[in-house]
C-alpha cells in the first residue's frame, strides 16, 4: 500500500504493487526504468497534487502518455511518473467541428472519434501513440499538407503548470503560453486537455509504391524530387530506403487521403519517375492507413533513431540517401542489419504558418528525413545504434535542423538544432516564466534563462 498523496483521488502504483511493470513499461525495450511512485492521474487536479507532492520530496517528475519518446524519457528511475492514460476521453462536437481530448488519449481514440462523424485533424499514423506527446513537438502526419500540423489545429490547451496552478491558453489568453505549446514539447507543463479544430474527411485514403533496386534508384530519386514543390495537397510523397530479401530497395511512392478518383489520377505522374522492380496499389480507409505502422512498431523492440530536415535535396543528398550510411568500398554488408530511413514531404499548408506564429520551426522544410533501427536481442545495441547514426551522418551535411520528436540523445545541441539560436532564446525566456526550476526537464530539454 503506498503512501497517499494529499488531494490525490487516482490510483498510486509503487515497485512492490501488482501491474508496476506494466505501468513502467514504454514503446522502445531498452528503456528498464524504475520510478519509486507512479500517480494514475485522472484529472487536472490529481496532475497539480502529484507535481506538488514530487517537488516537496525531491523527485524528479516524468509524463507518460503514449510512452513513444525513443529516449524513454516518461520514466524518472526514483522518481514520480505522472501517468496520464486514465485521462483519454475524446469528445466531439460535430457541429462546432471540435474534439476535446484528454491528455492521455492515444491516435487512435481521436481518429476512431472524429472519423465516427466524418472528420479528422493531423495525427501521426502509429495509433497507439500519444496525443499530447505528438501535438506538443509539433505533429507531422498525412493530412498535415492539407490541413497543417496537429499543433496548427489545437484552438486551446488546458495545462497545469509547475507550481500546480491550472490555465488555459489559447491565441488570446495566456498567447505566450500558447505560442510556446506549438512545437516546444513537454517543457512548460502537463497538458491535461486539448481542444482540436476538424476537418471534413471522408475516409478515403491509398498508398501507391514503387520499388527500385537500390542501385537504380538515383534517376527515379532524382525525379521523384522534382515532383515534390507541386504535388497535389491531399498527396504526401515518400521515399524509403530498406532492405528486401537481402537486398538494398528504394520504395517510392504517396500516400494520399481524399477523392479515390483524384489519388488514381495522380499514379502516372508517379510512375513517369521509372520502371519499377514492383508497385503496389492499395486503396483503404482512413482508420486502415492511421493504423498501418502498428504492427512495425509494437511495444516491446529496442529501437534508436536520427533525424534531419532539408530544405533541398541536391544530387549529392540522394546518393548519400542511397548509401544508407555504408562506405562504398564495404564489402559482405548484411543489409538486414543496417538502418532503414525515408523522406517525408512537407510543403502544403505546413509551410503557410510563419515560423514566427509558433514554437516549431523549420517551416521551410522540402522533407523530413528519419533513420532508425528496431531489434530484439540487447547484444546487438552497439552495432544497431552506431548504423542508425551513420545513415544520420550520411545525411547531416545537406541537413537544415531536426523534428525534436525524433531526437535522440544528442543533448544541448539536438535542441538547438531543433529551434534555432534565436526561437531557443525565445523558449528559454518562457520557460523561465512558467518553470524557473526546471521542474519538468525529463524533455528535449529548454533550459530556463537566467
Known amino acids: 500500500m503506498q503512501q497517499g498523496i494529499r488531494g490525490f483521488e487516482g ?156 490555465v488555459r491558453a489559447t491565441a488570446t489568453d495566456h498567447a505566450d503560453l500558447f505560442w510556446g505549446l506549438r512545437g516546444g514539447g513537454g517543457n512548460f507543463g502537463v497538458v491535461t486537455e486539448f481542444e482540436f479544430r476538424l476537418h471534413p474527411v471522408a475516409g478515403d485514403a491509398l498508398v501507391a509504391e514503387l520499388t527500385f533496386e537500390a542501385a537504380d534508384a538515383v534517376e527515379p530519386m532524382r525525379r521523384w524530387r522534382d515532383l515534390l514543390p507541386d504535388a497535389p495537397r491531399a498527396a504526401t510523397l515518400t521515399a524509403d530506403a530498406v532492405t528486401s530479401e537481402g537486398r538494398p530497395v528504394v ?88 538502418a532503414g530511413g525515408g523522406f517525408q514531404a512537407y510543403g502544403g499548408a505546413i509551410g503557410e504558418v510563419s515560423n514566427d506564429d509558433s514554437a516549431f520551426s523549420h517551416r521551410d522544410a522540402l522533407v523530413e528525413f528519419f533513420a532508425g533501427q528496431t531489434w530484439v536481442d540487447p547484444g546487438e545495441d552497439a552495432e544497431r545504434m552506431t548504423s542508425a547514426r551513420a545513415f544520420g551522418a550520411a545525411l547531416e551535411p545537406f541537413a537544415s535542423g531536426v523534428y525534436v520528436n525524433v531526437l535522440s540523445d544528442t543533448g544541448e545541441e539536438g535542441v538547438r538544432r531543433a529551434y534555432g539560436d534565436a526561437k531557443l532564446a525565445r523558449l528559454s525566456a518562457l520557460k523561465r516564466g512558467y518553470d524557473p526550476d526546471n521542474v519538468f526537464h525529463l524533455n528535449q530539454n529548454i533550459a530556463p534563462a537566467p
Open 251 to 338: 520504395i517510392i511512392g504517396y500516400v494520399w487521403v481524399g477523392d479515390p478518383d483524384e489519388a488514381l489520377a495522380y499514379l502516372p505522374t508517379m510512375q513517369s519517375i521509372g520502371t519499377p522492380r514492383d508497385e503496389s496499389v492499395r486503396p483503404m480507409r482512413y482508420l486502415e492507413l492511421q493504423s498501418s505502422g502498428d504492427q512495425n512498431h509494437h511495444h516491446g523492440k529496442r529501437r534508436y533513431s536520427a533525424g534531419h530536415y532539408l530544405t533541398e535535396l541536391s544530387d549529392a543528398a540522394i546518393e548519400a540517401f542511397l548509401t544508407r550510411g555504408v562506405a562504398a568500398a564495404a564489402e559482405g554488408v548484411d543489409w538486414g542489419r543496417v
Open 11 to 166: 490510483v498510486l502504483i509503487g515497485p512492490r504493487d501488482d501491474g508496476y511493470d506494466g505501468h513502467r513499461e514504454v514503446w522502445n525495450a531498452m528503456v528498464d526504468r524504475r520510478p519509486a511512485l507512479i500517480a494514475r492521474c485522472t484529472s487536472a487536479a490529481d496532475v497539480a497534487a502529484a507535481i506538488r507532492h514530487a517537488r516537496e520530496r525531491g523527485l524528479e517528475v516524468g509524463v507518460k502518455c503514449g510512452g513513444h519518446s525513443v529516449l524513454g524519457l516518461s520514466v524518472p528511475h526514483d522518481g514520480l511518473m505522472i501517468d496520464l492514460t486514465p485521462m483519454g476521453a475524446v469528445r466531439v462536437d460535430p457541429d462546432a467541428r471540435r474534439a476535446g481530448v484528454g491528455g492521455g488519449a492515444l491516435l487512435r481514440s481521436l481518429d476512431q472519434a472524429a472519423q465516427a462523424h466524418g472528420l479528422a485533424t493531423t495525427a501521426g499514423n502509429v495509433s497507439h501513440t500519444g496525443v499530447g506527446g505528438l501535438t506538443l513537438g509539433g505533429g507531422m502526419g498525412w493530412l498535415a499538407r492539407r490541413a497543417g500540423l496537429a499543433c496548427d489545429n489545437v484552438e486551446a490547451y488546458t495545462v497545469v503548470t509547475a507550481d500546480g496552478e491550472e
